[in-house]
């Protein structure tokens, strides 16, 4: 039997943070964090992927070019990068989406695929415009494709969405909002509905089910005939108990990431603008004496020298004085669509 432990509250430190945090989203007494089958039920990661178009304006921001994107989405879609690896090493499944990569992502992952040239067509246009800005952000021109989804041929766990939200990415915050309203509120339903699909998952009906469900069917039909309300009622019940049963294959514990050459510069610019209050703010403790800085914020990325940290960071205080207006009048949603990318927020949807 269980026994309560005499002890501080608080004495075990972060341990004690986590068991709490685990016992809020299990919703058991006892946590179980070594009882996989017990506490931790299918677990999942959700990988959302897109470009940025700030890159594609100006390379020096990463180390890597903006082709780097598809590679490893395709490596992804394969079973080969770390995400997948590590979510097969612990039994998840791995939804890696494509919310605006700029290259085809149609075969990652397909027995037949033929990757070409992995620069997709960035490396095509030379005038460092991408087509969102060439065309207005989210223009009818800029038209979404329809969503396909499959299975990883050669990593099983995986599977690959197809969800793009603007073909090429985002634009260029350095000159205009990263992504329109429309972009932006698209990109987070995008997250919403990835972890309702994961979470409420549904496999076949086992034999129980399909029995409960047929005799809640059959006992509705005779109780309508009957004309009893407490039969139809009964019926209900059952059909519900059944579904619900169904329900708890899903995912219980769903991990988030994602992936695009130049997130960490949207990811610093958003810090900073969430981290300075806003003009009618007046829900936040008082300001720091020093607001954060975008040097402060920015770091080296995937392996840039602290020249170009500093160019990346003087690039972010940039686009934060040309968008003020827009963060002041909308507040964090606007920092996420002038200063953030479509991956993150994909993200911010799965979370809301």
């Given at each position: 039997?269980?026994?309560?432990?005499?002890?501080?509250?608080?004495?075990?430190?972060?341990?004690?943070?986590?068991?709490?945090?685990?016992?809020a989203?299990?919703?058991?007494?006892?946590?179980?964090?070594?009882?996989p089958?017990?506490?931790?039920?299918?677990?999942?990661?959700?990988?959302?992927?897109?470009?940025?178009?700030?890159?594609?304006?100006?390379?020096?921001?990463?180390?890597?070019?903006?082709?780097?994107?598809?590679?490893?989405?395709?490596?992804?879609?394969?079973?080969?990068a770390?995400?997948?690896?590590?979510?097969?090493?612990?039994?998840?499944?791995?939804?890696?989406?494509?919310?605006?990569?700029?290259?085809?992502?149609?075969?990652?992952g397909?027995?037949?695929a033929?990757?070409?040239?992995?620069?997709?067509?960035?490396?095509?246009r030379?005038?460092?415009?991408?087509?969102?800005?060439?065309?207005?952000?989210?223009?009818?021109?800029?038209?979404?494709?329809?969503?396909?989804?499959?299975?990883?041929?050669?990593?099983?766990?995986?599977?690959?969405?197809?969800?793009?939200?603007?073909?090429?990415?985002?634009?260029?915050?350095?000159?205009?909002?990263?992504?329109?309203?429309?972009?932006?509120?698209?990109?987070?339903?995008e997250?919403?509905a990835?972890?309702?699909?994961?979470?409420?998952?549904?496999?076949?009906?086992?034999?129980?089910?399909?029995?409960?469900?047929?005799?809640?069917?059959?006992?509705?039909?005779?109780?309508?005939?009957?004309?009893?309300?407490?039969?139809?009622?009964?019926?209900?019940?059952?059909?519900?108990?059944?579904?619900?049963?169904?329900?708890?294959?899903?995912?219980?514990?769903?991990?988030l990431?994602?992936?695009?050459?130049?997130?960490?510069?949207?990811?610093?610019?958003?810090?900073?603008?969430?981290?300075?209050?806003?003009?009618?703010?007046t829900?936040?403790?008082?300001?720091?004496?020093?607001?954060?800085r975008?040097?402060?914020?920015?770091?080296v990325?995937?392996?840039?020298?602290?020249a170009?940290?500093?160019?990346?960071?003087a690039f972010?205080e940039?686009?934060l004085?040309?968008?003020?207006?827009?963060?002041?009048?909308?507040?964090?949603?606007?920092?996420?669509?002038?200063?953030?990318?479509?991956?993150?927020a994909?993200?911010?949807?799965?979370?809301?």
């Open positions: 039997p269980r026994r309560a432990r005499a002890k501080p509250v608080g004495s075990l430190g972060a341990l004690e943070d986590w068991a709490a945090r685990l016992a989203l299990q919703r058991p007494y006892w946590p179980a964090a070594d009882r089958a017990a506490s931790v039920r299918a677990p999942a990661l959700l990988v959302f992927a897109a470009d940025h178009g700030c890159v594609l304006a100006h390379p020096s921001l990463s180390a890597f070019p903006r082709a780097v994107t598809l590679a490893i989405f395709r490596t992804i879609a394969a079973g080969g770390a995400s997948a690896v590590l979510a097969k090493a612990n039994g998840a499944s791995l939804e890696l989406i494509d919310v605006g990569v700029d290259g085809d992502t149609s075969t990652a397909r027995a037949d033929a990757y070409g040239d992995v620069a997709g067509g960035a490396r095509a030379d005038d460092k415009r991408s087509p969102s800005e060439e065309r207005g952000v989210g223009s009818e021109a800029e038209r979404r494709p329809l969503p396909t989804e499959w299975v990883s041929h050669a990593a099983p766990h995986v599977r690959v969405l197809v969800r793009k939200v603007a073909p090429y990415g985002t634009a260029n915050s350095g000159t205009a909002p990263a992504m329109s309203r429309a972009q932006c509120a698209a990109a987070m339903a997250g919403a990835a972890v309702r699909r994961i979470v409420a998952r549904a496999l076949p009906a086992d034999d129980n089910d399909v029995g409960l469900s047929a005799a809640a069917t059959e006992t509705g039909a005779a109780s309508a005939a009957a004309a009893a309300e407490g039969e139809r009622e009964a019926g209900r019940d059952r059909a519900r108990a059944a579904r619900a049963r169904r329900q708890e294959r899903g995912a219980n514990v769903v991990c990431g994602e992936l695009g050459i130049g997130n960490t510069t949207a990811a610093a610019a958003l810090l900073v603008a969430l981290a300075r209050p806003l003009p009618a703010d829900t936040r403790a008082p300001a720091p004496r020093q607001p954060l975008a040097v402060d914020a920015v770091g990325g995937t392996g840039l020298d602290e170009a940290r500093l160019a990346k960071a972010v940039r686009a004085a040309r968008h003020a207006q827009l963060i002041a009048a909308e507040g964090a949603l606007g920092a996420l669509r002038a200063l953030g990318g479509l991956e993150l994909a993200m911010a949807g799965a979370v809301t």
